[in-house]
C-alpha cells in the first residue's frame, strides 16, 4: 500500500498535522498497518518537494500543517483509477518452494504442501477470529480482514489444484525447456 | 466429556474388486462448543465420517460414542430419537422434503419429538428468519433457489435443542455474505455449547472453526494447532 497516496487521500479532506496523518492512516486501515512518525514526516517532506502537498510554511515539526494542492489532487484521482501492479512475472516465494520440492529428491511433494495449508489454514483461523471479535464494529477492519482472508484463501486453492496435478503428472516426466516456452509464451524478455 | 468421540473407525464398502476403503482408523473428539472442520479432496472420506458420526451408517469397525453413548450398543428407536433431538445433519444434497413448506421441513423434528405444532412453527420461523429467509416460510423446495434450500437445511440442523451438529459442504452452493453468516450461525450455536463437524472444501468456511483436521485417503494426516490470539498479527515484523 502507498502511504504517499494514503496520505494526499488524508489531506483531500482538508488541512492536517503529521502526527494527526499517522493517526488517521492507522484508523482508517483497521490499525493493521502500523506506521511510523517518521515514514510520514518523510512522505509528507516528497510530497512537497513534489508540489502535491503545501505546507503553512511558519511553524516547523508537530505544529506544521500540510494541505492538498491542485496537482495533488490531480494525483490522487489517476492512482484510485490505475490497475494495481498484479502482472509481474510468477517470482512468488511459495511457487518456487513447490517447484523446488517436486524435483528434489527424497522430498514428498505433498507433505510439503500439506505443510504452507495448513499454515495458511492456521493464519486464516485467525484473521477469521478477528473478523468474529470486533469487525461488525468496524467497517474498515472487516474490508481489511476480507481482502486478507481472500489472498490466503487463494493461495490454499493454488496449493489444492497444484497437489491434484503433480499426483496426476507421470512421476516420471521429463523436466523439458519449461523456462523458455513460458517465457515465450507470455512473453516475459530477460 | 466429549460430545462425539470417534475411535480406530473404519468404512470398507462392498468386498472383493469393488472394495473401497474410505476410512482408516479415525480417531476424533469433538467437545462441547467447540467447532471442527474437516477438509481433504474429494473421495477422501468426509462424508462418510459424517454419516458414521450421525448414526446413519454403521462403521466396519472401531467404535462411535456420542453424548456419551456407544452406537453400537442402542437400539433403532434409541438410534431414530438421538437423530431427531441430538444431532443436526446438512446433508450435502440437503434432504428436504419436496412435500413440506420450508418452515414445515424446520419444525418437522421439533413436532415429530413431541412438541406442540403451534410452538414447533414458532420456533421454524425463528430459525428461517435468522438465516433471513422469513419471507420464504410458505415455500416448497422446488420454489426455493439452491441457496435458499441450503440455509432450510441449515436451519433444520440448529433449531431445538441439538447438542451435535454434523454439516455437510454447509456453504457449498452459497455466495460470500451467505456463506459467512451461516459460519456465524454454527459459531453461535456453538457459543452455546452445541459441537460441530463441518465438512467443507472452503478454506474461508473451515477459518471459522477451533480445529482443522485434513483426511486423505480414509486418513487424518494433519490438523491445525490452536491459533494464537488474534493479537501477533498486528505485532510487527508478523511475518507479513
Ligand atoms: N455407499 C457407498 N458404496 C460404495 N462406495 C462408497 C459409498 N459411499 C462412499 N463410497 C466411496 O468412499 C469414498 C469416500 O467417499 P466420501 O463420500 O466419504 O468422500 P468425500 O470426501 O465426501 O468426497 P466429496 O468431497 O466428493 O463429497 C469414495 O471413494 C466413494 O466412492
Ligand atoms: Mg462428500
Known amino acids: ?190 | 466429556m466429549s460430545v462425539l468421540e470417534m475411535r480406530a473407525v473404519s468404512k470398507v464398502y462392498g468386498e472383493g474388486a469393488t472394495e473401497v476403503v474410505a476410512l482408516q482408523e479415525v480417531d476424533l473428539a469433538v467437545d462441547p462448543g467447540q467447532m471442527v472442520a474437516v477438509m481433504g479432496p474429494s473421495g477422501s472420506g468426509k462424508s462418510s465420517l459424517l454419516t458414521i458420526a450421525g448414526s446413519l451408517e454403521a462403521p466396519t469397525s472401531g467404535e462411535v460414542l456420542v453424548g456419551g453413548g456407544r452406537l453400537a450398543e442402542m437400539s433403532r428407536d434409541e438410534l431414530a430419537r438421538l437423530r431427531r433431538r441430538s444431532v443436526g445433519y446438512v446433508f450435502q444434497d440437503f434432504n428436504l422434503l419436496p412435500g413440506l413448506t420450508a418452515v414445515e421441513n424446520v419444525s418437522l423434528p421439533l413436532e415429530l419429538d413431541g412438541l406442540a405444532a403451534r410452538r414447533a412453527r414458532a420456533a421454524g420461523v425463528a430459525a428461517l428468519e435468522r438465516l433471513g429467509l422469513a419471507d420464504r416460510a410458505g415455500h416448497f423446495p422446488d420454489q426455493l433457489s439452491g441457496g435458499e434450500r441450503q440455509r432450510v437445511a441449515i436451519a433444520r440442523a440448529v433449531v431445538g435443542d441439538r447438542r451435535l451438529l454434523l454439516a455437510d459442504e454447509p456453504t457449498g452452493a452459497l455466495d460470500s455474505a451467505t456463506g459467512e453468516a451461516v459460519m456465524r450461525l454454527i459459531r453461535q450455536a456453538c457459543q452455546q455449547g452445541v459441537a460441530a463437524v463441518v465438512v467443507t472444501h472452503d478454506a474461508q468456511s473451515a477459518s471459522w472453526a477451533d480445529r482443522v483436521i485434513f483426511l486423505r485417503d480414509g486418513r487424518v494426516t494433519d490438523g491445525t494447532s490452536p491459533p494464537p490470539g488474534p493479537e501477533s498479527l498486528l505485532a510487527p515484523g508478523s511475518g507479513r
Not at chain 1, 481489511?144 to 507421470?170: H, K, N, Q, T, Y
Open chain 1, 1 to 190: 500500500m502507498s502511504i504517499r497516496h494514503a496520505l494526499l487521500a488524508l489531506l483531500a479532506e482538508g488541512p492536517k498535522y503529521g502526527l494527526q496523518l499517522r493517526e488517521e492512516f492507522e484508523s482508517r486501515t483497521g490499525e493493521v498497518w502500523p506506521l511510523n512518525v517518521g515514514q510520514v514526516y518523510t512522505t509528507l517532506q516528497r510530497l512537497e518537494r513534489d508540489g502535491l502537498v503545501e505546507s503553512d510554511g511558519a511553524a516547523e515539526g508537530p505544529q506544521k500543517s500540510f494541505h492538498l494542492t491542485e496537482g495533488g489532487a490531480g494525483e490522487l484521482a489517476e492512482w484510485l483509477r490505475t490497475p494495481p501492479d498484479l502482472s509481474s512475472p510468477p517470482r512468488d516465494e511459495l511457487v518456487i518452494k513447490i517447484l523446488v520440492a517436486v524435483r528434489l529428491p527424497g522430498v514428498d511433494v505433498h507433505e510439503v504442501i500439506q505443510a504452507h495449508r495448513r499454515f495458511l489454514i492456521e493464519l486464516m483461523q485467525q484473521w477469521t477470529r478477528l473478523k468474529n471479535d470486533e469487525a461488525d464494529f468496524d467497517l474498515s477492519l472487516a474490508l481489511v480482514v476480507d481482502a486478507e482472508l481472500f489472498r490466503l484463501d487463494s493461495v490454499i486453492r493454488w496449493l489444492d489444484a497444484a497437489d491434484g496435478r503433480i499426483r496426476r503428472a507421470p512421476a516420471d516426466a521429463p523436466a523439458g525447456k519449461p523456462a523458455v516456452a513460458l517465457r515465450r509464451k507470455i512473453g516475459v524478455r530477460r
